[in-house]
């Protein structure tokens, strides 16, 4: 039975992580997700769970020390944000190389500088390209179920990558909302215990994890963290439809919404997706045929079925809450249309940088890269592909 | 039992293997395996190593020198790593997953440029942490493995390819960072500063009691190094000598914050004797620097003294 309760998402991750109770959990506060090692270790400090807590002298360490757990045969797990995930940034790339089915939970924020604390995607858009599973949650009940989920996709044979939980900082994290939460018992019961095939505490079989890996090797030991990225997909919709199965909530690689029929969708990640909803009900209300394609599966990206879910739409904007400065688009935009291309569909697509530094997404936003995207489809060229949503365009 | 090298090295099997490539006349793999063979046969030890000279050339893939379990990650973080590691061993025994008889002990090896700069927060963190480790330091005194460059352990006036002996500026013009102190300053069970000497009884017992005193404890080894050094491969047993002999590298321990001199030369040789067979010392001896070498001397005597008088201090406390 599900129990329904009312959780921030920081407290979301935080109970999820409770009931998972990993073996050893190294972390170091940073704003907005400082309140996840906090939570957490209230629940060892009271004996709520068998977690041994590092409490490291900085980001750069917790992913350390959770590299050293892990491959010591223990299940580890990390909490940060933006710079905190920067300075992990070498050990996030150590992490994917030596297959350490690690979950971290990212509450996502500017990366400085100059210094800012509020949402944006810059530090996950960082490690895109890390080796991580990177899930994206519009919600707390998101950020819960997405955590309970991780450790049966990171840890399955055919995947062995760590993992990340990305959602919105402040916006989700500091917003208490109506949860559903599954049962401590059935949580423990699905999640499943962890049996390494190889560990270093084994001292029936010492092994070396770690080397100097050299032109002879390192070539095909990437391209087995690929191969391992490909097989993640149908991993990850296994593992939904388990879920689904136990709690009654469907997951897939993204969610459409009102996709079907429409003629223009908007693409984007995280706590966006719920504004986005309710701009696209008022616009159905008026007859127009506006929908979403919500990413929950950043990494591995799933360029196919996004691309068929795209199909047959007549026009693309794509959110992006992070800028490349590339002077072409950004990160997601440029995921998409990559995807559109390989699958030979040419449909206009405009790229709207957003919400950079925390700056307020409004429903009136959303609702005028609709506007645009009515007179992309009237015209069907795109005059300018990278533009800004929000900005104040007389000070640049 | 009293300690008998002939003993050690007959009936305790090394656990640092040959077939390693590490340079002859190298200080470090002697170190690395005297160390390891001080933990007791019947205990297995996760090692951790810092990218260094002795990671690159203990585990290229798919070779490994080490009979128990290794773990390198980065530069910087042997001492997070390794703390990771015996974090999970904690967890697991407390939770009764692994088997009783498991008696897994935890090494990290880095070096100077692992240890003191790009690692000290790392190490400083694990030490504080209180985790049950042992991190070993093999002092070469500058950053070998990228090609001789100075370290915050370099001695003053050494030749290194960015404090190099010029026209103007006759090498590096720091005195070296004393690492065990700081160490002493974490208030651990057990420091040490240790060196192969003679033979090896001081290294052999001092890494036994660093790695069977419950807690965080630190060895820094003297680990000479022949290309950055400049000291013919044969040598490296004389400069460990000499560096003993001469007071550069005091033998000590620190037992709960009190000081012992593990050995005090009977005659304390003057400092050209451990300079003078090495080439990064060489301009020292050019004439008109003869300010250098007295300079150095008197560093060398003044942290003696230091080391006499905390040793009558801390023991005189106690």
Redesign the interface.
Known sequence: MSIRERLSGNEAAATAMKQINP??V?AFPITPSTEIPQYFSTFVANGAV???F?????E???M???????????R?MTATSANGLSLMW??IY?ASS?RLPIVLSLVNRAVSGPLNIHCDHSDAMGVRDAGWIMLFSENNQEAYDNTLMAHRIAEHENVLLPLMVCQDGFITSHSIENIELEEDSEVKKFVGEYHPKHY????KE?????????Q??LFEHKAQQAEAMKAAKDVILDVAKDFEAWTGRHYGLFESYMLDDCDMAIVCMNSTAGTTKAVVNELRKKGIKAGLLKIRVYRPFPSEEIAAALANVKAIAVLDKADSLNGMGSALFQDVASSMYVSGNYIPMVDYVYGIGGRDTTTNDIASVYDDLSEIVKTGTVQNPYRYLGLRKEEI | MAYNVKEVVAHKPSRFTEGHRMCAGCGAPPVARHVMRALKEEDHAVVANATGCMEVSTFIYPYSAWTDSFIHTAFECAGATLSGAEAAYVSLKRQGKLPEENHTKFIAFGGDGGTYDIGLQSLSGAMERGHDMTYVCYDNGAYMNTGIQRSSATPKFADTTTSPAGKVIPGKMQSRKDLAKIMVGHHLPYVAQTAAFMNFKDLYEKAEKAIYTEGPTFLNVLSPCPRGWGYATEDLMLINKLAVDTCYWPLYEVVDGVYHITYKPAKKLPIEEFLRPQKRFKHMFKPGNEWMIEDFQKEVDTRWQELLDLEEMTNKAN
């Open positions: 073996d050893v190294a068998d977690t041994e590092v409490a490291v002298e900085s750069h360490s917790a350390s020390a959770c590299i050293g757990a892990e491959a010591a045969g223990c580890a070498e050990m150590i030596l270093l505490l084994n001292e010492p092994i070396a994890v770690g080397p100097l890996d050299l002879a090797y």
